[in-house]
């Protein structure tokens, strides 16, 4: 049985940060599995309400059904008690219910889906895929709206009523109007995570719309920082907020937008620069360059000399 009841993991992940770890590789791309470990262990030692293996900034597109297995069961092992893990589930439907099922064999305590591989989706077609997730597992699910994925509020309903341990919204569009009309019909049945590619930058206009949480991919490599952008949002101190977006978070986003596939290459590197080095992306991705590391490690200085 997973450790945490829908209503509690639900609870947990909307009372604080969120983040999204890399997976560790080796300088050939296997996975660096004792790098990863000790990785997870460093990063639950901070105030972070739950951790996300083989996510997106985790390389889950790149990873194999077998090493995103691998991963989960490493994550689980690894994080203090009290530390939710979320496992990934995806692709085919057939392919998510077999993940979902390895996940709560696995010991993970919920589930992020991931929208279908390629193809679009009707709404009934979405609907289907969730119901099938669902009904394979006890774990608690979170559904990643995103790309082909995106989810009505009438589907949002009829799903939410008809599965408990469906419990969360990944909002990873940035349709405001769409989530306040999916706010409006589900009220707090869900918990809403903001998605969006550095969520630190959509943070004070999403939490007007009652998503109190997002996954932070600067957790990665600046945990501190990370936490107090995270809590001055919460406290409502907009000055502050704006100035670390100007001083640190925009800087950064100038950066990731240097290139496609940057998201996660710029979360390497950073880890890499502070000392934390989990190895490159695998292709497709690539990693930055000379100029671009100089860069990042100017953002990198900045946000140590911020003070709120």
Known sequence: MPAFTPTEL????????????????????????????????????????????????????????????????????????????????????AQAVEMARDAEAAGADGLLLFPPYLTESSADGLRNHVRAVCESTSLS?????????????????????AYPNLIGFKDGIGDLEAITRIHSRLGD??????G?????????????????????????????????FYGAVRAGEKATVRRLLDEVVLPYTAIRDRKAGYAVSVVKA??????????????????????EMALLTDVIEKSRSTTI
């Not at 991963?71 to 008690?81: G, K």
């Not at 049945?189 to 903001?194: D, S």
């Open 10 to 93: 639900a609870e947990q992940l909307g009372s604080g940060l969120l983040s999204f770890p890399v997976t560790h590789f080796t300088g050939d791309l296997a996975f660096d599995e004792p790098a990863y470990r000790e990785n997870i262990v460093r990063l639950g030692k901070y105030d972070v309400a739950g951790l996300f293996a083989a996510g997106g900034t985790g390389e889950f597109f790149s990873l194999t059904p077998k090493e995103v297995g691998r991963v989960v069961r490493a994550a689980t092992d690894s994080a203090p008690e009290g530390t939710p893990i979320l496992a990934p589930a995806g692709y085919g439907t």
């Open 141 to 161: 699910i979170v559904l990643y709206s995103r790309a082909n994925a995106v989810y009505t509020p009438e589907t949002l309903a009829e799903l939410a009523d």
């Open 189 to 194: 049945r869900l918990v809403y995570i903001g």
């Open 196 to 228: 969006l590619p550095t969520a630190e930058a959509f943070a004070l206009p999403y939490l007007e719309l009652g998503v109190t949480t997002y996954s932070s991919a600067i957790f990665n490599f600046l945990p501190e920082f990370a936490l107090t």
């Open 270 to 291: 950073g880890m890499r620069l502070v000392g934390q080095d989990a190895g490159p992306v695998r292709p497709p991705l690539t990693d930055l360059d000379d100029a």
